[in-house]
Structures are given as C-alpha cells and as structure tokens.
C-alpha cells in the first residue's frame, strides 16, 4: 500500500483489525520502524482526535510529527491548472506538495468538502492533488468524502466490543444545527460492507447517502423499526446528499435517547453535540464506547503507518 486514501485500501479487514489489536496490545513494540523519518500533518481544518492521535502513533513508531495549520498558516493554495494566480491564491499545488514531500516521509493531509459544489467535492482535488504532486505516500485524515482513519478505528471497536458472530450494526442519521459532511458516514458505510456484521442505515427522507456508496445496504426511514435488535447504534449527522449541503430536516425525534437505544452499545465519532444529536443519560452511561473509539484512532493511525513505513 503506498498511499491510504479510502477503506477501500484495506485488502483485508479481518486481518487489519487484528494487527491492530496486537499493537494496542504492545504499542511500542515497532518503536525503532519510522526512526529518522518524518510524517507532516497538513490541517486545512480544525481537528482534536485526528491531530493528537495521528502524532502520538507516528510517535510510538518512532517517526518526528511537524504539523501545519494550512488555512491559517500557509501561503493559500492553488489547485486549477492553468489559472491566472491574480486571486487570493499566493503557490501552485505544484510546488507545495514537490515541496513538502522533500521535507517528509509521508504526508497526511485533512481537507473538509465545500458542501457547495458536489462536482468539486466528489472530484477529491485536495487528495487527488497530493497523491499527483506529492513524491511521498499520502495518508486521508478526512477528505471531502471520506474519514477512512474513523472507519478502520470504528471497525476495530465493533470487534472488540462483541462475542456475536455477526452483530447487528445500525448507522442512525440525527439531527443537527450545521451542514455537516459525509465523511464520516460515507466510510463507516463502506467498513461496515466488509465486515460480518448485519448493517442497516437508518435516516429521514431526503438524507440517503450516495447510492454509489449505500449499494445494497438497506435504508429503513422508521428509526425505531432500525433499531430492533441492534448490538451497535452509530449516530451521525450528516447534510443532504440530493439537495447537496442542505439541512432539510431538524426534527429532535431523531435524537438518540436511552429508551431508544436499549441494550445496544452507542457510537459517534466526536465531536457530538449533547441533547441534540444524542442525550446525555447515552453519553454518560456504560453503553457509550466514544471514549474508546477516540482511543483506538491511535492504533488505527498506528497500523495505517506502519504498513506504508514497511514499504518505503
Ligand atoms: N473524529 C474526528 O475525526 O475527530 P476530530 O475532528 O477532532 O479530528
């Protein structure tokens, strides 16, 4: 694997989960592998578990973390080719990534979607401009489509939180104030596709997914009816995909509450929103595993590492 764009370049994810159990296990066990090697992680929006976790793996690895805020930080970037540079634009994708890939060993680089533009977003030009330009591996720490870190993470905490043999896992859409991406979903959707897990999608009218993406996963507009029988209930908020970027829909009875969610385990990816995307009584109670979640993005990020390192 020389970059790591999407879930789809897990091969496998049975045995990727439990490589990355053996590192939790013993996370400094490969301490020496990126000794001498750099990893720079590029923030073109802001981050709490993604920046931490990614350093402190490369840091378990032995590898020397630089960061760099790019909105705030950097000469704004140019992605066309062929413009005019007469804009707000200051240096060419061109030349930023030759240039920063003569500073690192691997480049992760986090770029939220527009909302705006679905031709653009769906075009991944921020990832895609890296992986062109870029001499070195690229890492995805959430581009305008996926957070393919959170649904390797995710998988791995399905696994360990169940004894089932194929546990039913339900993505539930709930409400929210902002238009927020569908990164999250959209990678959480397609870890589940390779898992041995009975997966429904549950969401209102107007908020399926990519068809692309969703394929034969079935969508249930009733969410009580989803959730019958659920292991896990993985909240998300997520905008319109048909009405690209809209907030359609705001009704706080889809909100996840301990009634709801009976004997099930509750997932999100943080940040979440209390008492509006899901009750405190969920939250603060010993089915939430967000904490833990937030805890194996290390060693999600630890293996994705480790797997381009081996290959330099
Ligand atoms: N879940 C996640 O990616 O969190 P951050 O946005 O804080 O990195």
Not at 29 to 56: P, V
Request: with cysteine.
């Amino acid at each position: 694997m020389k970059h790591y764009s999407s879930i789809h370049d897990i091969e496998n994810i049975n045995s990727w989960i439990e490589e990355a159990k053996t590192i939790k296990a013993n996370p400094l066990k490969h301490a020496h592998l990126g000794k001498h090697k750099t990893i720079g992680l590029l923030f073109f929006n802001s981050s709490l578990r993604t920046r931490l976790s990614t350093q402190k793996a490369a840091l378990n690895l032995g590898m020397n973390p630089i960061v760099m805020n790019v909105s705030g930080d950097a000469w704004g970037i140019e992605f066309e080719n062929g413009t005019i540079m007469n804009g707000n634009t200051a240096e060419h994708i061109k030349e930023a990534a030759a240039v920063v890939s003569q500073y690192c060993d691997i480049i992760a680089v986090r770029a939220f979607p527009t909302l705006t533009d679905k031709v653009k977003d769906e075009s991944e030009y921020v990832m895609n401009s890296f992986m062109q330009y870029a001499s070195v591996p690229i890492v995805n720490m959430e581009s305008a489509t996926g957070h393919p870190l959170q649904g390797l993470t995710d998988a791995i905490t399905i696994s360990e939180n169940t004894k089932k043999i194929k546990p039913k896992v339900v993505l539930s859409w709930a409400p929210h104030v902002k238009a927020l991406p569908h990164a999250v979903a959209n990678s959480f959707v397609q870890a589940m596709q390779k898992m041995d897990v009975e997966f429904v999608i549950t969401n209102p009218e107007g908020y399926n997914l990519n068809p692309q993406i969703t394929g034969n996963t079935p969508i249930i507009s009733n969410q009580n009816d989803a959730f019958k029988n659920a292991d896990f209930v993985y909240a998300k908020n997520w905008s319109s995909y048909q009405e690209y970027g809209q907030i359609l829909n705001t009704d706080p009875n889809w909100m996840i509450t301990k009634t709801k969610l009976g004997n099930a385990k509750f997932m999100h990816c943080l940040p979440v929103r209390r008492n509006l995307v899901v009750e405190d009584a969920v939250l603060d109670s010993k089915n939430a595993l967000v904490i833990e979640q937030a805890n194996n993005r290390t060693y999600a990020a630890q293996l994705v590492l480790k797997k381009i390192l081996e290959k330099l």
